[in-house]
């Protein structure tokens, strides 16, 4: 007989009790006036200690929220241990555990998958359309320049230099840009410029800017397979791919650290940035800008055959070259496009005479 | 148990000091909490949460919090948290699974704004609608977190519980955001004080009922201090600017200056933080039971800011280590394969970027758990000792209520990092 603590689970009294230990039960009794708070059948008695419980034993009746029985006192304790015979048996799993994980578990992957696969990308779009031209400038500025100085590392040249122009070149370039911006509108913001560098590859930034490296250049056999890329790049530019591409990434990345909680601490947002630039378009948006550059080649009375060889060529040609830096990694010339691009030649004219195609092709090599 | 001087003053006669069934340390507030402690366990849930992709961290928040509240004692019981993982993790499936309706709904919302074609105005109520939302949200989310935290927290076996409308409380926050918005923050103080009071007046531990009657007035002095003080670095901070770039200040000085006034900003913080919670506990009640702060602020704050220096120490040693004991590797594979002098320091240098991130990795971690266990021990041996419960020898009556609690926990409020641990 010894000394405890007894919390009935109905008040937040702490009674001094005494046990009494019967052969099938123990008794739990007020120290102050003898009355008899609870009966505990041995066999039901459950060890429930928590954090906190330093130095005790706390018991219940079962695993029912309610009573407990705190003891320290050591005799106490040695009672405890050797007449309960069935105190570290934990409660039964409740039937049906799982099914809040299964249920809720599904309802997260379906939503996360929609969320990534539609929501996203459809909502980017909307939102570019929302993003007032002024800022999609200033941060079409800055990659502009963020581009130009990654590659004039690269070619070890001045950033003064990286930038290509001879007059009879940028007269080819605007007859180029003249045919094929029939349905433009306002083309007074547009930029077109071209990179002195071997990476073949064009960009179509933020702003309505469009950088085309000469590397693509040396490796058209003829002027309509760049005026094909540069037609498909004005289609992005056209239906603001590139700032939806920026949302999405961001949005993405977002929906990314919620499903992972911080585990590195925002770490996850230091890659949008980059990836924002680099990363491929959607399916769709190249489909999109496939279509565009069709209908302007077309409609501009060009053949559009060549845009195919010069996409086969850039495959062939990406073993050499960092594969991120060119125009096919992101552009790969699947057999769909090319078949697309095939049906769609109803033949046509050239988009330069040969004249200006060399003027175009040397215009990072003024005489 | 006799009361102390104090309470008794306070309370405007002498009590009764009888008390039947308590003993020693009865009535009061105590806290035992190691911080070496809590820096293992912080590191432990920290490697595992990253090893997990973050899936342990409901686990870990579960772990803390049992930890946690264990360590916090009222007349020599302590606190329990009865939460589980489980419930958590469920709770965070349901909030994924809540995006996407919400996802839909922005998406109609921005397509229905885009065909309305206000242009200009159109991208402004965008992000308003955006920004509205998203703080109606974080309120809500609040709101049922302390509903969930309430419900599987006890103490004597009769458990806390948190009664009215997280709607209510998300849609009243929403407007008192707007008009605190409106009135460049001057608002700020009220709705501070009538959150305060929303959560507190639906509080209760068994059928016992908090109730708070702290006052936006109240809390204004301490916020003006606050956010003038803010000001002033404001205006220093551009003073700094200013004279850096017309080239009259010396930029060497500028640089521990500007360090000095962003290590000032989340010290101040702090103490605003801490000035009003001894304020609304002091106008805080239980059944009528006045409720008593009194603890020193500048010891917290001061644990801030050694907490902060710890943090960031830990974070260059640890910086500085693993990068030295990447440089010896890399110069070991070097003289392996022997490479030529101009082409080994490119090697080295690229060698180095690839340590750099888990280097970075491992110092966050270190210095996070560092600074955590630091601040949190001394947050809670300096606060919970302060607070004292007037005739606390009738908090022996307070009936276990019957109050219905939420089956899934803190789903919102942890997809939107809202609170901290």
């Known amino acids: 007989m010894g000394q405890a603590r007894f919390q009935d689970g109905k008040t937040t009294a702490s009674h001094v009790v005494e046990l009494h230990w019967d052969i099938e039960q123990l008794r739990i009794v007020a120290m102050d006036g003898g009355a008899e708070l609870a009966r505990w059948p041995l066999d039901q008695i459950r060890q429930v200690n928590m954090p906190g419980d330093d130095g005790r034993i706390r018991l219940a009746l079962g695993h029912e929220p309610g009573a407990r029985l705190l003891v320290s006192d050591s005799l106490d304790r040695d009672q405890v241990l050797g007449r309960c015979p069935n105190l570290a048996i934990k409660p039964e799993r409740e039937k049906g555990w799982w099914r809040g994980y299964a249920f809720w578990g599904s309802a997260a992957i379906l939503s996360i998958t929609g969320l990534f696969l539609f929501v996203i990308p459809a909502l980017s779009g909307v939102i570019a359309g929302f993003v007032p031209m002024e800022w999609e400038r200033k941060f079409g500025n800055t990659a502009e320049e963020q581009i130009l100085t990654g590659l004039s590392k690269l070619e070890k040249k001045p950033l003064g230099q990286m930038t290509c122009s001879t007059p009879a070149g940028d007269q080819a370039l605007e007859k180029l840009l003249a045919s094929l911006t029939g349905g433009y509108g306002d083309r007074s913001q547009l930029s077109v410029k071209v990179v002195d560098t071997k990476v073949p590859n064009a960009f179509a930034l933020p702003g309505e800017r469009i950088l085309i490296l000469r590397g693509l250049l040396d490796l058209a056999d003829g002027p309509n397979g760049v005026a094909g890329v540069l037609a498909h790049e004005l289609g992005h530019v056209q239906e603001r791919h590139v700032m939806s591409n920026v949302i999405e990434t961001s949005a993405t990345s977002l929906l990314l650290g919620l499903v992972l909680g911080d585990v590195t601490g925002g770490a996850l947002l230091v890659g949008v940035g980059e990836t924002a630039l680099n990363s491929a378009y959607g399916r769709d948006k190249e489909r999109a800008a496939d279509d565009y550059a069709i209908e302007r080649m077309t409609e501009a009375g060009f053949d559009p055959a060549p845009l195919g060889d010069l996409l086969t060529r850039l495959s062939g040609e990406s073993g050499n070259i960092d594969e991120y830096l060119v125009w096919a990694s992101s552009h790969p010339a699947t057999s769909e496009r090319l078949a697309v691009i095939r049906e769609s030649s109803m033949g046509g004219g050239q988009a330069l005479n040969e004249t200006e195609w060399q003027a175009l092709k040397n215009i990072c090599n003024p005489e | ?421």
């Not at chain 2, 918005?181 to 639906?202: E, F, T």
């Not at chain 2, 009003?276 to 009528?288: D, G, H, P, W």
């Not at chain 2, 801030?304 to 693993?322: D, E, S, W």
Request: some cysteine.
């Open chain 2, 1 to 421: 148990m006799a009361l102390t001087y104090d309470e008794r003053v306070l309370a405007g006669r002498p009590q009764h000091s009888g008390n039947r069934s308590d003993s020693g340390n009865g009535g009061r507030f105590s806290a035992m909490v190691s911080g070496g402690t809590l820096f293992g366990m912080l590191l432990k849930y920290a490697l595992l949460t990253f090893l997990t992709l973050g899936i342990y961290r409901f686990w870990a928040k579960t772990g803390l919090r049992r930890h946690l509240w264990g360590r916090v004692l009222y007349g020599g019981d302590p606190f329990q948290y009865h939460g589980t993982a489980k419930e958590l993790f469920v709770g965070f499936l349901i909030a994924l699974a809540v995006l996407l309706p919400l996802g839909i709904i922005h998406l109609l919302i921005s397509r229905w704004i885009g065909a309305a074609d206000l242009s200009g105005a159109s991208s402004l109520i965008n992000s308003a609608v955006y920004f509205l939302v998203l703080f109606g949200l974080v309120s809500l989310a609040f709101y049922r977190m302390r509903r969930y935290q309430l419900s599987r927290t006890s103490w004597r076996s009769v458990h806390f519980s948190l009664a009215g409308s997280p709607v209510e409380y998300a849609a009243k926050s929403l407007l008192w955001g707007m008009a605190t918005l409106a009135s460049l923050g001057l608002a700020y103080p009220w709705m501070l004080a009538w959150q305060n009071r929303q959560i507190l007046n639906n509080a209760r531990l068994g059928q016992a009922r908090f109730s708070c009657r702290v006052r936006g007035v109240d809390i204004l002095v301490r916020y003006i201090l606050f956010y003038g003080l803010l000001l002033l670095l404001g205006l220093i901070y551009t003073a700094l600017l200013a004279s850096l770039s017309s080239g009259r200040e010396p930029a060497a000085a500028t640089g521990p200056v500007v360090f000095l006034l962003f290590l000032v900003i989340p010290v101040a913080f702090i103490a605003f933080r801490l000035s009003v919670f001894k304020l609304v506990a002091s106008e805080t009640r239980l059944n009528k039971h006045r409720i008593y702060a009194r603890f020193q602020t500048g010891k917290v704050v001061l644990s801030g800011f050694i907490a902060t220096l710890t943090g960031g120490l830990v974070f260059l040693v640890t910086l500085a280590g693993v990068m030295a004991i990447g440089l010896l590797f890399t110069v070991g594979m070097i003289s392996l394969d022997g490479i030529a002098n101009a082409e080994g320091v490119i090697f080295v240098l690229l060698n180095m970027m690839q340590w750099l991130l888990p280097a970075g990795i491992l110092a966050t971690m270190l210095a996070t758990a560092a600074a955590k266990s630091i601040f949190l021990s001394s947050l809670l041996e300096t606060v919970i000792p302060g607070l004292k419960i007037a005739q606390s020898e009738r908090l022996e009556a307070i009936l276990a209520g019957n109050q219905s609690a939420p089956r899934y926990g803190e789903g919102l409020a942890d997809a939107l990092d809202v609170g901290s641990f």
